[in-house]
């Protein structure tokens, strides 16, 4: 079964509203945990899946399915992802980053959950950030469990493909930057230097499971939590989409900034349609905190 990849909003969800006022009102009560998804990231030049000019247009992401199916999968995966990487480790953490690492900071926040693998929260400052989607900083091996940082990964790769540098035609949220078959050609994929197994990337794939463990430990979050603000989620894979339901179910307040409808404004209390820098920015400002300092 393929993962569900989009969903159609039902004609009855309310329009988003450009009213700042609630979500100012929920930090400054405290204990909001946030839950960022990939439009978070669209400001520091990573685009996301699902929004205008989202990568899903034009992308099929790889599912866990493909990758151990074969290895001319896992190719074309380490190739186009050897060269996203370059570009997506130069990205920098954008307004938003900085206003969530701010409100932790000052104490509004009971924590971070995140669906990016692009580690722009901690660069910004953030701590303690729950990445339910793993992260592209490491590269595990799917037979002796063996981890180590992407950066050892990228320079045997270097080693073992001197001279590859297409142009890609686009970079994806998943760090995998769109290449033909041809742009692919013979590109050499390592092994685990432990066993000489199959490495994958630290990452939930689409058709993977969260690990259990991790899932457990964002409900329990949850629970804790005074509030749900969900900033550039879509929301349409269930990982971040139980969180919402749990919250409501709960009675807690969710609170969603996002440009475009998603799968949970059923379930929120009010939706923004404004860009996450510029809310989060003006919400900090309502609130009287100042601008960060830049990592």
């Not at 990568?55 to 099929?60: D, Y």
């Not at 994958?200 to 629970?223: I, N, S, T, Y």
């Not at 349609?273 to 009287?288: I, M, Y």
């Not at 100042?290 to 990592?295: E, I, K, R, S, V």
């Given at each position: ?32 945990l ?20 989202g ?6 992401p ?18 186009r ?79 073992a ?33 432990v066993?000489?197994?199959?490495l ?24 804790e ?47 923004v ?16 905190i ?6």
């Open positions: 079964m393929r993962p569900t990849l989009s969903w159609t909003p039902a004609e009855d969800l309310p329009p988003g509203s450009t009213d700042l006022e609630p979500v100012a009102d929920a930090l400054s009560t405290g204990g909001v946030v839950l960022s998804g990939a439009g978070m990231s669209t400001e520091s030049g990573i685009p996301d899946y699902r929004g205008e000019g990568s899903l247009s034009r992308h099929t790889m599912t866990y399915q493909d990758f151990t199916a074969g290895a001319q999968a896992r190719r074309r995966y380490w190739a992802s050897h060269l996203g990487w370059r570009t997506f480790g130069r990205a920098r953490p954008n307004a938003g980053h900085q206003a969530v690492a701010a409100f932790a900071r000052h104490g509004l926040l009971s924590g971070v959950i995140t669906q990016n693998v692009d580690g722009l929260h901690q660069a910004a400052g953030s701590e303690d950030v729950v990445e339910l989607h793993g992260s592209l900083d490491r590269v595990v091996c799917l037979a002796c469990r063996a981890s180590s940082p992407r950066r050892e990964l990228a320079r045997r790769l270097e080693a493909n001197v001279g590859f540098a297409p142009v890609a035609a686009g970079i994806n949220p998943d760090g995998d930057a769109d290449l033909t078959d041809e742009q692919v050609g013979d590109f050499r994929v390592v092994p685990c230097t066993c000489g197994g199959i994958k990337p630290d990452v939930v794939f689409f058709g993977e499971a969260v690990p259990p463990w991790r899932v457990e430990h964002c409900r329990e979050l949850v629970r939590a005074t509030s749900l603000l969900v900033l550039g989620s879509s929301l349409t894979v269930m990982s971040g989409l139980r969180f919402v339901r749990q919250a409501a179910k709960a009675g807690k307040p969710v609170l969603i900034v996002n440009l475009d409808p998603t799968r949970g404004d059923q379930h929120a209390v009010t939706r349609a404004l860009p996450l820098g510029t809310a989060l920015t003006s919400v900090a400002d309502r609130l009287g100042p601008g960060p300092a830049q990592p």
